[in-house]
């Protein structure tokens, strides 16, 4: 009811947007001492404004800016949230009609479709058709999934269909890098920082700062976020380490103070053995095609999403790399509880997240789980696990009343205490990378045995026809024909 509500909303700002150009080149043309304002002339008057005439200043706001007006008080929401609405409204009655059209049938939310429209901004007008049809044939034949899965969705699509519009939006990013510092609004004495960077760039940023509050003591009184806003402010001072504020590392400063000699200060660059800057760490699935050359899918940079195969190449040059055989790691089935690494990469790297339903959390920074629990009898095969964030396998493991179920084929459902079932996995990593994709039923399952004794039976009978068939005709038809 919300998403065909939000819809309406958007449909309505659309035409608000456009009675408002009208009215506004009704008052132009009266202004200008236009006897008619028939539609030829009011199609001259917009002419004449496209070609560079300014009428704004003179003769008051343009239609946009009155429909901003009018939106944002009837909405109460900023100039730049009306804006939005009023672009995402036109998009959806001109250019993405069969998308909007799961909006108002509530298979997406509003932060679905304004995401939609915001990535498909740079396509060219002649690709947007294609990719509408397409982008929502994928959210009616799909069950509902995360913001990152849907995202990769539709990221996928427009790399397959507009793959210069991926570029473009590379130039764009870049362009509009910014960070920003501005005083809280709401607590007096705290300050915010915000800012956009490229993927790769904000992944570097975020790895160094994680890298460096991991690398204290675990008595370390702060809190997880805590340590990452000191060690920003560590690396604005020019060092690379966090300092540990354990009771142990404390009392060791306060000795070290108490007993040292006046030594000269030593330049700025050196660095002691115990504060070795700790190595940032973040994890790029890629085909190995692409990092070879011979094609330009897409790569996924765990915790931001779909990058270009230039970005991808750029950054795996230069990293450790880990080769994974989908083949030989989908038919590795061992007794113990831990997968191997292969294995964990490979179930990571099928996931573009955490597979609870609705959980954008990283795979990557997941526990790798058993469907059916190891102490039951489930085996640590990839037909077996999947990646749960911590939060979300506790529930699993503890809370009463949650099941989960992970078929053959990888996908993954949960139920709730109430009763209710949830598909985890609408969208997956094997769907971004067709290496990992589990084309078939594993050999042992009796559903493909039965199909397929069926079908080679059939395909005997009639071979076996085709070659009686073949022996009478040569039998009628002896040489020389």
Not at 287 to 312: C, E, K, R, W, Y
């Amino acid at each position: 009811m919300r998403a065909a509500s939000d819809y309406r909303m958007l449909q309505a700002a659309s035409l608000i947007h456009e009675e408002r150009e009208q009215d506004h080149l009704v008052r132009l043309a009266a202004a200008l001492g236009e006897e008619s304002t028939s539609l030829a002339d009011l199609e001259r008057l917009a002419t004449r404004a496209a070609a560079g005439e300014d009428p704004r200043a003179q003769y008051g706001p343009n239609g946009l800016e009155q429909a901003v007006a009018e939106v944002g008080a009837a909405l109460t929401v900023p100039p730049a949230r009306a804006r939005e609405f009023i672009e995402a409204g036109s998009v959806l009655r001109h250019q993405l009609p069969f998308t909007g059209a799961t909006l108002g049938a509530g298979r997406i939310d509003l932060p679905r479709f304004l995401a939609i429209v915001r990535r498909t901004s740079l396509c060219t007008p002649e690709n947007l058709d294609l990719l509408d049809k397409l982008i929502a044939e994928a959210i009616e034949t799909r069950e509902p999934m995360s913001m990152t899965r849907f995202l990769a969705m539709i990221d996928k699509l427009i790399a397959k269909i507009d793959p210069a519009a991926t570029r473009r939006r590379r130039e764009v990013v870049d362009k509009d890098r910014n960070i920003s510092v501005r005083p809280d609004r709401h607590t007096p004495g705290q300050a915010r920082i915000g800012g956009a960077l490229p993927a790769e760039q904000a992944a570097a940023v975020d790895a160094r700062l994680n890298a460096m509050a991991a690398s204290v003591h675990n008595a370390d009184p702060r809190t997880a976020a805590q340590r990452r806003a000191d060690a920003l402010v560590a690396l604005a001072n020019g060092s690379t380490a966090l300092t540990c504020r354990c009771e142990a590392c404390s009392d060791d400063d306060e000795a070290d103070a108490e007993g040292a000699e006046p030594v000269p200060a030593e330049p700025e660059s050196t660095t002691t053995s115990d504060q070795v800057a700790p190595r940032p760490t973040f994890h790029i699935v890629v085909n190995l095609s692409t990092l070879l050359g011979h094609d330009d899918d897409p790569a996924f940079l765990d915790g931001q999403g779909v990058i270009d195969a230039d970005t991808a190449r750029a950054l795996v040059s230069e990293a450790q790399r880990c080769y994974v055989n989908p083949d030989s790691a989908n038919t590795a089935q061992v007794d113990r509880y831990a997968p191997s690494k292969k294995v964990a990469d490979l179930i990571r790297s099928g996931e573009s997240c955490c597979s609870f339903p609705g959980c954008n959390n990283r795979a990557f920074h997941a526990d790798v789980d058993h469907s059916v629990p190891h102490a039951d009898g489930g085996p640590t095969d990839p037909r077996n696990l999947k990646p749960l964030c911590r939060f979300y396998h506790r529930i699993k493991t503890f809370a009463a009343g949650w099941r989960d179920y992970q078929d053959p084929l990888g996908e993954v459902f949960f139920q709730s205490p109430t009763g209710h079932t949830y598909l985890g996995n609408a969208f997956t990593g094997r769907d971004l990378f067709g290496s990992l994709t589990r084309a078939t039923r594993p050999p042992d399952d009796p559903a493909r045995q039965r199909i397929d004794t069926i079908r080679t039976q059939r395909g005997a009978a009639v071979k076996r026809a085709d070659k009686r068939a073949m022996d009478r005709w040569n039998e009628q038809n002896p040489p020389p024909f």
